[in-house]
């Protein structure tokens, strides 16, 4: 069953054509890999499904619900969550507070601080920052933090998690641990996952389809054995010489 789905999507930023064209679906349970290049078009893809920026042009559906000219907390409270390049998390709250804040104000919007509570427990205890609760958030390793970026997007109550390169900036050791967190509360919690992610290694790994951007333009889609042998996007990331 499609929960999400995006169609001719477009965005322009005076002359400059960011998305151009955009047309893919996300099926509920999936995770769907987004791959391209610097300057590919990823991170606005995210923006506009998000709610930070508006499309010039198409449309994008979620779970039946059109979310053309919705404000990213509308987006929020519809079920889809996302996290940014750059980790920012409530620097002078806790950890905890940091989750308890997404579960009052996301699609949760729980009313009870002990229901809040109990809720991050869990999501803390999933993502290995559960001993991490009571510390302020400034305090955390990169890699805390990256955690603590996927936590309070999955304690909005998110169905739909946009990853937004959550391994950039980790040894090979955390990746491979962020690979096995990914995995778990995707099992878990029976999440939908829409990620970029630079590291093609752990994105082959951890994708069930993958759609790739060139110059803001999708140029394939498919299961991450097509795309490993898609000549097209051999020669858009290795040259002619490897297509």
């Known amino acids: 069953m499609t929960l999400l789905s995006v169609r001719k999507l477009g965005k322009r930023f005076g002359g400059l054509q960011a998305v151009s064209d955009v047309s893919f679906d996300v099926e509920r349970g999936q995770i769907v890999g987004v791959m391209g290049a610097n ?3 990823k991170t606005t893809l ?25 404000r990213p907390d509308q987006v929020c409270r519809l079920g889809v969550a996302r996290t940014f390049q750059i980790v920012r998390p409530f620097a002078g709250l806790t950890v905890m507070e940091n989750l308890r804040t997404a579960a009052f104000f996301g699609r949760a919007q729980h009313r009870s601080v002990a229901r809040a509570d109990a809720d991050s427990h869990a999501i803390l205890r999933a993502v290995g920052l559960a001993e991490a609760a009571q510390q302020p958030a400034s305090t955390l390793t990169l890699s805390g933090q990256k955690r603590l970026e996927v ?3 999955i304690a909005t109550g998110a169905e739909l998690l946009m990853l937004d390169e ?18 778990h509360i995707h099992q878990e919690r029976g999440l939908t996952i829409l990620i970029i992610e630079h590291v093609m290694r752990a994105l082959m790994d951890l994708s069930d389809q993958i759609v790739v951007l060139d110059r803001g333009q999708l140029i394939a889609q498919g299961t991450p054995q097509e795309i490993g042998a898609n000549s097209k996007v051999l020669s858009v990331y290795f040259g002619e010489s490897h297509a």
């Open 46 to 70: 995210f923006s506009l499904i998000a709610g930070n920026n508006r499309p010039t042009s198409g449309e994008i559906v979620f779970d039946g619900q059109p979310l053309g000219g919705l």
């Open 39 to 41: 300057g590919a078009g």
């Open 166 to 183: 959550v391994m950039a900036g980790l040894t090979p050791t955390e990746v491979l641990q962020m690979l096995e967190t990914l995995r």
């Open 151 to 153: 936590a309070r997007a």
